[in-house]
């Protein structure tokens, strides 16, 4: 790992700017991307109007979720938290598949914001607009496009934190308005209320579909935004006020603009495109292409622009929050020194925005189309959920002393449902997208084994045993998964019903022993030094100033104390 002065020294270069409502535009900022834009459909091609419920559902698990990371970043507010919190609990091996997940679900999420702005932009009435897409992914032109706009999304993040900040409030305002304005025009225009009945019936596909629809429709992509200002936490003015207020702020105001959106869509679409059931729709550019089949031309234009604003902003948040989560795993020792370094001047970990610009530019090359993105993101998404409410009660246990300016006495119950949610969407994800991205998880080990199999098996050895527990459970849901029932893909080997109740006991299973697991690790030891060190140092300035006020009176000046 790296030494704890050079760790102390780079998060000195970083500016504790970010307040409260900066934090919350932050979030709701990385929320509303290009998921509104797409999730809808997708929602609804799924789940049908039960759709609805789906994003109340993908809600419901983000905001459990995210209590626990609120507890665990008002902890530890450094950059890049979301990537530190296993390595505290559990060492290096949990820590860096935590990281690892973490890391490539908002890493990807880059790319597919590009890919979501030039994806709207074939429907221009310009014969260049319409060769961007072919109606299953990018052209080479459109690949060009969206390389281009990844640029501009690093570029803006390369100068300084604070122009970021006013950059982002501005534009998250924009992005909040457009879609409350977009669900007001719709429902004005034409409301179908007949569709809600018709075509199948409110569930026409059945509660497994609504219950897939918010692993891969886009949802958990959505809201895994919640995390961006956990991330900057190392940024934040006074974590444990702002922290919380902007995690669950931002995760209510949107789903307030996602169920209008996903009302307002289902009534707006005209009963012709529903004459084969919801499982035929196909838009390029969805709440466009209803805007224009009623004559809302205005609105059609509006939603061109903000399909360039509404991701581009979200891209240019995730740009900044993945290259202090690189900061965070380089500091858990498995990168290079250079990766940890932050421009003194700027407040900015370049380095870290280098390497996540190349392989923003792989996925794009990989990954052309915003639903096979949109995929793989959420499922990494959820396997990295895995590790807080583990960590949160796990190093309740081992640093009871630690201070925590987020602390809620009902977390004893929400960690333990927050793994079962997070195992439940896991589950939902089908397969064999599930084993898919499990599997791509595993890739990411031979990395860990550069940095630590080096180490004597002495060194390793409690590292291992403290990790098995999250190997362990990736195995164990990639065969959950491929044995379940066919409702989610699987095998059918596990009855319908039966399959949900077996993966709730698992995850369950999986918390308790990952909470026992957990251990008194070197890493945990280096951030409690931290802790007092900043204590310390903050109990000598307000000694030092007190004991120059006096001076400072006598001298005609005014009191700081």
Do not use: C
């Amino acid at each position: 790992m790296s030494e704890p002065e050079s760790s102390a020294a780079s998060h000195q270069n970083y500016r504790r700017s970010l307040g409260t409502i900066s934090l919350t535009a932050v979030g709701l900022g990385s929320i509303i991307g290009s998921g509104w834009l797409f999730g809808a459909e997708r929602a609804a091609r799924l789940a049908g109007p039960a759709s609805i419920l789906a994003w109340v559902i993908g809600a419901a698990v983000a905001l459990t979720i995210a209590l626990t990371y609120s507890e665990l970043g008002s902890m530890f507010p450094k950059a890049g938290g979301m990537v530190r919190y296993g390595q505290y609990s559990h060492g290096s091996l949990a820590g860096y598949l935590a990281a690892w997940a973490n890391w490539i679900a908002i890493v990807s999420v880059i790319p597919g914001e590009a890919t979501a702005s030039v994806q709207y932009m074939s429907s221009w009435h310009f014969g260049w607009a319409k060769g961007l897409y072919d109606g299953q992914e990018l052209t080479l032109s459109g690949v060009a496009l969206a390389s281009v706009l990844l640029l501009v999304y690093f570029a803006l993040n390369w100068f300084a934190i604070t122009l970021f900040a006013k950059t982002n409030t501005a534009i998250t305002v924009f992005k909040v308005v457009v879609p409350a304005l977009t669900a007001g025009a719709l429902l004005l225009a034409h409301f179908d209320s007949a569709h809600f009945t018709d075509h199948g019936g409110f569930a026409p596909n059945g509660w497994s579909a609504v219950f897939t629809a918010v692993a891969v429709s886009g949802i958990v992509w959505a809201f895994n935004g919640f995390q961006s200002p956990l991330n900057l936490a190392g940024e934040a003015k006074d974590p444990g006020k702002s922290l919380p207020k902007a995690v669950i702020g931002s995760i209510l105001i949107a789903l307030v603009i996602y169920v209008a959106l996903q009302i307002a869509f289902l009534g707006a679409i005209p009963a012709a495109d529903l004459s084969h059931g919801w499982s035929s729709l196909s838009y390029t550019s969805p709440l466009a292409d209803l805007a224009i089949a009623w004559g809302i031309n205005w609105l059609a234009i509006v939603l061109y622009a903000d399909a360039f604003v509404s991701p581009s902003g979200t891209g240019m948040i995730y740009a900044a929050t993945t290259s202090r989560m690189i900061h965070g795993v380089q500091e858990n020792g498995h990168l290079p020194k250079l990766f940890g370094k932050v421009d003194a001047g700027t407040g900015i970990p370049r380095p870290a925005l280098l390497l996540n610009l190349g392989v923003a530019f792989l996925f794009l090359a990989v990954f052309r189309g915003w639903g096979s993105l949109a995929e793989i993101v959420s499922v990494a998404t959820v396997i990295s959920y895995i590790t807080g409410p583990v960590a949160v009660m796990a190093l309740r246990r081992l640093a009871p002393d630690l201070p925590r300016p987020v602390r809620l006495r009902s977390m004893p119950v929400i960690a333990p449902v927050a793994m079962v949610f997070g195992s439940l969407v896991l589950y939902w994800a089908r397969w064999p997208l599930t084993g898919k991205v499990i599997l791509l998880m595993a890739a990411g080990l031979p990395i860990w084994a550069w940095y630590e199999l080096r180490k004597p098996f002495a060194v390793l050895k409690p590292h291992l045993a403290a990790g098995a527990w999250m190997v362990a459970y990736l195995f164990v849901m990639a065969g959950v998964s491929w044995a379940g029932s066919s409702d989610f893909g699987g095998h059918g080997y596990l009855p319908e019903g039966w399959d949900l109740l077996i993966v709730a006991a698992i995850g369950l299973a999986f918390y308790y022993w990952g909470v026992a697991s957990a251990w008194a690790n070197p890493s945990l030891a280096a951030v409690r030094q931290e802790i007092a060190d900043a204590e310390h140092a903050e109990h000598v300035e307000l000694v030092e100033g007190a004991e120059g006020a006096p001076a400072a009176v006598a001298a005609g000046e005014p009191s700081r104390v």
